[in-house]
């Protein structure tokens, strides 16, 4: 089964400092995709990132960067100098690959929300 | 603006009734997925249509149906309602090659309560 763990359920901080999202997950597939999600007040799920399980570079879109370590299944989301447009519930979540059968849910974790304070 | 549509945006109803929601998909995605997302909690998969057919389910009864219709519309149909089911339905759709997808993207939501 797969599970996703997002242990922080609410993060404050003050706009510019720099803040990081953790994401633990589970899974016995050996090749699988991750995605980080933005929810803002309005609900829509906006996507931010897809990493593929074969691909451990860490990446950098502009304050944004993910830190994906297969090793300790964890796959981090830091936003450097913070604003606060920022605010919105994250959610990481994971999915199977195509082509090994069934459909492609993708399991999330609880979210994490983020407030960034003026 | 990811082009993913539903409709309505906010619905009302009673215990035991039943509602129709609607999807209209990004053009050119074939897949059609259905979440559940209850208040302080991550969005649950209800289920998946690819080309017209489900292509997967998660856990729910069978109260829980949909369908897809050409072209890029889906439906989520819940019967009888219960007052569990008041949540926020999120309609996601994807490009499928070869029966797998790639990324969902979503759409705004229809917040449903049921009193």
């Known amino acids: 089964a797969q599970k996703v763990t997002q242990a922080q359920t609410e993060i404050s901080v003050v706009e510019k400092e720099d803040v990081t999202l953790d994401c633990v997950y589970e899974t016995r597939d050996t090749t699988y995709y991750l995605f980080w999600y933005k929810q803002p007040p309005s609900g829509e799920l906006v996507f931010l990132i897809r990493?593929?399980?074969?691909?451990?570079q860490n990446e950098i879109s502009g304050r944004y960067s993910w830190n994906f370590q297969k090793s300790t299944s964890s796959f981090n989301f830091t936003i450097t100098a913070s604003q606060v447009v920022d605010s919105a519930v994250y959610f990481c979540?994971?999915?199977?690959?195509?082509?090994?059968?069934?459909?492609?849910?993708?399991?999330f974790g609880q979210g994490t929300r983020l407030t960034i304070n003026p | 603006e990811t082009g993913v549509t539903q409709s309505p945006t906010h619905l009302i109803k009673t215990r035991g009734q039943q509602v129709t929601l609607r999807c209209s998909s990004q053009s050119g995605h074939n897949t059609v997925s259905w979440y559940q997302q209850a208040l302080g909690q991550g969005p649950q998969f209800i289920f998946q249509y690819y080309r017209e057919e489900e292509n997967g389910r998660g856990n729910f009864p069978p109260r829980f149906s949909g369908r897809q219709v050409p072209t890029y519309s889906a439906e989520l149909n819940v019967n009888a309602l219960e007052l569990d089911d008041s949540a926020l339905y999120l309609c996601?759709?994807?490009?499928?090659?070869?029966?797998?997808?790639?990324?969902?993207?979503f759409g705004p939501g229809t917040r449903l309560l049921v009193l």
């Open positions: 990493r593929n399980s074969f691909d451990e």
């Open positions: 979540a994971l999915t199977r690959l195509p082509g090994l059968g069934g459909a492609q849910k993708l399991v």
């Open positions: 996601a759709s994807s490009e499928s090659v070869s029966g797998g997808e790639e990324t969902q993207y």
